[in-house]
């Protein structure tokens, strides 16, 4: 899926980047730690916990499908066959995203006119195609990509940032959205652009006050869209659930406030991950990387998933806080980073 662009990872051996710098932890360094609720960390754990296929930790996942998903069982099997470890230099950058819920319509008409597209099948990875102004001005129209079409540019665009969604039809149905590519732009965020002009101070930028710019301008707003080039594409999923997350970058559904998109470069897909994010509203939970983003980058650096609608999307957009962010590794793992750091 998120900026955020939930590119589909390869799912191979965990193992991380060597960061400048790591530091070994016990749990009782942990902020809140007794207090999380581990037994839901661990269902999240097992949804991705048997893709990991690296030695040190398929007997780690075999042993946790057989714990008991109670919290004292769930927090002993993390303390017992893991050691927590910060990588890279404090404070974290946490950030949120949602999944979108949209109305939409299968086909354009007067009010719903733009359109969401699915993977040209000319597009191949790693190449760069037509640029965000190039599409929106008409690149691809006439061709039958569209999946659906949306009554408002602002939702196209985040619908994108996302990466995910689910599609309210006109006639009744719900369709649900999942990554399918992207147009090999680079990303580039639409917030630090208007900090750059002097339109806005850093602290007034928000998914919000972004969207409420570009409906106050429509004109200037669609160019400020338009500056950044990358531009996803989408696939209809139809082997998910009402209740079932959107997928992310390890193919399965992710979890409310228990998933986090990370840099697969630097915290391996499938990792548990303590989080201490300050700000407004601090969380101090255990949650699992299972999705990446194309603005998620470096070491302490995490986007918390909030869930589904205008309300996650509310909770999500005005998430920009400071913190920790502490992987938890196998133990001989955890010392090797050690050493290697």
Known sequence: MRPLFRILA????????????????????????????????????????????????????????????????ARSFFELFFKPVVVGDPPALFTGY??????????????????LYRRPPELRDGTVFHSRAAIDNGALAGRGLEIAWLDDPIDAYFLQVQGSGRIRMTDGTVIRLGYAGANG?????????????????????????????????????????HTNPSYVFFRKIGTLSAEDGPIGAMGRSITTMRSVAIDPKFTPLGAPVWIEKDGRSPIRSLMIAQDTGGAI????????????????????????????????????RAYAMLEGG
């Open 10 to 73: 390869l799912v191979v051996a965990v193992t991380a980047a060597a960061p400048a710098q790591a530091e070994l932890l016990d749990f009782e360094a942990l902020d809140g730690w007794r207090d999380d609720n581990h037994a839901a960390a661990l269902v999240a754990f097992l949804r991705t916990c048997d893709l990991i296929d690296a030695p040190d930790w398929r007997p780690i996942c075999a042993m946790a499908a057989d714990v008991p998903q109670d919290d004292i069982s």
């Open 98 to 115: 949602f999944e979108p819920e949209l109305d939409g319509s299968p086909v354009r008409t007067g009010r719903f006119k733009y359109p």
């Open 185 to 225: 732009h680079a990303y580039r965020s639409i917030g630090q652009e208007m900090v750059r002009r002097g339109s806005h101070t850093i602290d007034q930028v928000s998914a919000q006050e972004i969207a409420a710019y570009v409906r106050r301008n429509p004109g200037p707003g669609r160019a400020l869209l």
């Open 297 to 332: 980058k470096g070491l302490q650096r995490a986007d918390i998933f909030y869930g589904t609608g205008d309300g996650a999307g509310d909770a999500a957009g005005t998430v920009k806080d400071p913190g920790r962010m502490v992987l938890l590794l196998p133990i001989d």
